[in-house]
């Protein structure tokens, strides 16, 4: 079985600060992991994603996340946010099979 | 750019009343999911669906719910008698392939049951 721990529900910043969310996994087989973001009222729209490969991930909008293994962690980084970059972003992982497991979600609040 | 589209974006209903949720994946995508999201819970996995029918489903997904691909385009999901606690954000889902492992998300459509 997998499951996400998103361990920061909320996370309020700066303009222009540098943000990290926490992601920690566990599963019992290889994964594929994912950060998510939803805009208020909006769907989920993809950030960034690990397959393979190297373990920095380069994602849309700027932000980009590291996989550690040994941690067994994906925390997504941005090294300077804008207000617009205000939204709940998750963490998921998925195995061969395909389905998601989310975490909980964090609720990034960049303040001006 | 092809998207996922789902309709209604809302839909206001009785509980026991039927409703049926209605999503269009990307035409060349062979996998497709549902997922709710409780107002301020996370995302949930209810179904997969490959190749005319059922991969996996959750706890979450049973008797009441079930989902159907009646035309090669349209992918719904049926819940037969609604409850109180089936108010959600229903989002469709679809995967080209298994090697991508990405999945596009339409809208969601938000489900109020009184």
């Known amino acids: 079985a997998q499951s996400v721990t998103q361990l920061d529900s909320q996370v309020p910043v700066f303009e222009e600060a540098p943000v990290e969310l926490r992601c920690n996994y566990s599963s019992s087989v290889s994964v594929y992991l994912f950060w998510y973001v939803q805009y208020p009222n909006q769907g989920l729209q993809l950030l960034l994603k690990?397959?393979?490969?190297?373990?920095l991930v380069k994602g849309i909008n700027g932000f980009e996340a590291e996989f550690n293994k040994s941690q067994t962690s994906f925390h997504l980084r941005k090294p300077s946010v804008h207000i617009s970059d205000t939204a709940e972003y998750f963490c998921?992982?998925?195995?061969?099979?395909?389905?998601?497991?989310f975490g909980e979600g964090t609720q990034l609040t960049v303040n001006p | 750019e092809p998207e996922v589209t789902q309709t209604p974006s809302h839909q206001v209903t009785q509980m026991g009343q039927e409703v049926i949720l209605r999503c269009v994946p990307i035409?060349?995508?062979?996998?497709f999911y549902w997922y709710r999201q409780i107002l301020g819970q996370k995302v949930e996995f209810l179904v997969s669906f490959y190749n005319n029918e059922i991969s996996e489903k959750s706890e979450i997904f049973d008797d009441q719910f079930s989902v159907e691909r009646p035309d090669g385009s349209n992918f719904t999901l049926k819940i037969r008698s609604t409850k109180l606690e089936d108010s959600a954000m229903y989002f469709c889902?679809?995967?080209?392939?298994?090697?991508?492992?990405?999945?596009?998300f339409g809208p969601g459509t938000r489900l109020t049951v009184l």
């Open positions: 889902a679809s995967l080209p392939g298994r090697a991508n492992n990405e999945q596009f």
């Open positions: 690990y397959l393979s490969g190297s373990t």
């Open positions: 998921a992982v998925s195995d061969t099979r395909s389905r998601l497991t």
């Open positions: 035409s060349n995508h062979l996998y």
